[in-house]
């Protein structure tokens, strides 16, 4: 059975680089800007270029490539779905025939630049949580949040929710690991019979894993008040967010790079 416990995704890596001491709120706005970005460019030098910028920022966080490979693992059948499904059912010029089914010129780019788009949005993301500790990225929401307190949105309370999920998410795939191993020492498989004989083994999987995380969640809602915690009214920080002038050279650099990049990617 495949294991959880090497995953790599919502997980801190602590390092000492540009990209870990720069602004959080920074890091933020220039992923929603690469996002953005990614859904815009449409050919395959334009996803070279980005490629290539990306691959430059991974280098220059010292974040170990096995961490980037690891958290792209989980999604390989996720791509090759995606891989199928733009291959055969794309209408267009026939390239390659596989008895019924026929691989179309416009499928297979279709297909490629999709895949790409999709393992580039990730890695971009994880630069994000790889590169910023979950308080920094707490205070980083929080910052971005605060115009909408004037429409009463709760900007606190809404950045430490998401901070939570996303810290919990390598937890609750470690706490499958091993609530799955333990079911196979006793004698589960999770492997063999059909389709709907699986899905009945998952319930003595999901059953404790559910009970543990209404555990969990209970002891860190425990654990919040008996620190006093009553959401952002009155909080004070120990360390004031501020816009140094190597984060405004950052963020000037990687817009012009992601311009350059619409623009050959519209080409």
């Not at 008040?225 to 501020?242: A, D, M, N, P, Q």
Request: overall charge positive; aromatic content about 12%.
């Amino acid at each position: 059975m495949k294991t959880f416990s090497k995953l790599t995704i919502g997980q801190y890596y602590p390092g000492e680089s540009i990209m870990h001491e720069a602004d959080p709120r920074l890091k933020i706005i220039l992923l929603m800007f690469i996002l953005v970005t990614l859904f815009i460019v449409n050919n395959f030098l334009g996803f070279l270029y980005l490629s290539f910028f990306i691959l430059l920022a991974v280098i220059t966080a010292k974040i170990p490539f096995s961490w980037i490979i690891r958290g792209l693992r989980p999604l390989i059948y996720i791509i090759l779905f995606t891989l199928i499904i733009h291959f055969f059912f794309t209408a267009g010029k026939p390239l390659v025939g596989f008895g019924p089914f026929v691989v179309t010129e416009e499928g297979f780019k279709n297909g490629v630049l999709v895949s790409i788009r999709f393992v580039l949005l990730v890695v971009g993301a994880s630069l994000l949580t790889f590169t910023t500790s979950p308080i920094e990225l707490t205070d980083g929401i929080e910052y971005l949040l605060t115009p909408f307190k004037k429409i009463k949105v709760p900007a606190h309370e809404l950045a430490m929710m998401m901070t939570i999920a996303l810290r919990f998410i390598p937890t609750l795939l470690l706490e499958t690991d091993r609530i799955m191993k333990a079911q196979i020492s006793r004698g589960a498989d999770f492997e063999s019979g059909n389709l709907l004989r699986r899905a009945k083994n998952l319930i003595s999987l999901l059953v404790p894993l559910f009970v543990g995380v209404f555990k969990r969640a209970d002891e860190l809602a425990l654990a919040m008040e008996s620190r006093c915690y009553r959401g952002g009214k009155g909080r004070t920080r120990l360390r004031v967010l501020t816009m140094r002038e190597k984060d405004w050279l950052m963020g000037i650099v990687t817009v012009l790079i992601l311009t350059m990049a619409v623009y050959v990617g519209r080409l």
